[in-house]
């Protein structure tokens, strides 16, 4: 079995909350990547976004990204845009199996909210985008992240309950075996 898993896909398609659930089926530890940029820096996401643009971010995030290589046993929830940078990809493919919980635009938006915290889903005042404009922001995120998350291992339909999910990437990482 694969000894580290990545969990890719979209704002909201509930990497953070699956991992964990996925974590306890393999018996394997959960990290977010996300609260592991927070702690080695010291900042919130949005923190770092405001004071040093989204590159300071990205910086913080492939740092945090090769800390999980070498982990036995881990499964590492991914921030939305961390494995869209083809680096990045890579590194998460050769560590480990890599899983895509594709959620469609519908979903994404219920589940966004008002999109608080997710520095990418606001305005130029830093105010979380709404309705109609949130949704044009999400769909033309998600239009250009596709196919790039397509390149993942594994997809599986992230629509659905937590459990669900979870069983799903469970299994696929199962059967691939060693
Ligand atoms: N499968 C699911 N069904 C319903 N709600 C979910 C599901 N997965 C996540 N959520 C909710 O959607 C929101 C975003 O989930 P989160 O795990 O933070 O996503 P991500 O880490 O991919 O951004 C949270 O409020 C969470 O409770
Ligand atoms: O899609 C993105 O570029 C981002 C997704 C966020 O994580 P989630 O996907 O867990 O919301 C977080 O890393 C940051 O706000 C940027
Ligand atoms: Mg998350």
Do not use: C
Not at 24 to 43: M, N, P, S
Not at 79 to 93: E, H, R
Not at 160 to 167: G, H, I, M, N, Y
């Amino acid at each position: 079995m694969s000894p580290r898993v990545y969990l890719t896909g979209f704002m909201a398609s509930g990497k953070s909350t699956v991992g964990p659930l996925v974590a306890d089926r393999l018996g394997y530890r959960f990290v977010d990547l996300d609260w592991l940029i927070e702690a080695r820096t010291g900042q919130t996401i949005p923190a770092l976004f405001e004071r040093g643009g989204e590159a300071a971010f990205r910086e913080a995030e492939a740092e945090a990204l090769a800390e999980t290589t070498n982990a036995e046993g881990l499964v590492v929830a991914t921030g939305g845009g961390a494995l869209v940078d083809l680096v990045n990809l890579w590194t998460a493919q050769t560590a480990g199996v890599v899983v895509w919980l594709r959620a469609s635009a519908a979903t994404t938006l219920a589940r966004l909210g008002d999109a608080g915290g997710r520095p990418l889903l606001a305005d130029g005042a830093g105010r979380p985008l709404q309705g109609e404009a949130l949704a044009r922001r999400v769909g033309a995120l998600l239009a250009e992240r596709e196919p790039t998350y397509a390149q993942a291992h594994f997809v599986v339909d992230a629509d659905r309950l937590p459990a669900l999910v979870a069983r799903d990437v469970a299994e696929a990482v199962v059967e691939r075996g060693g």
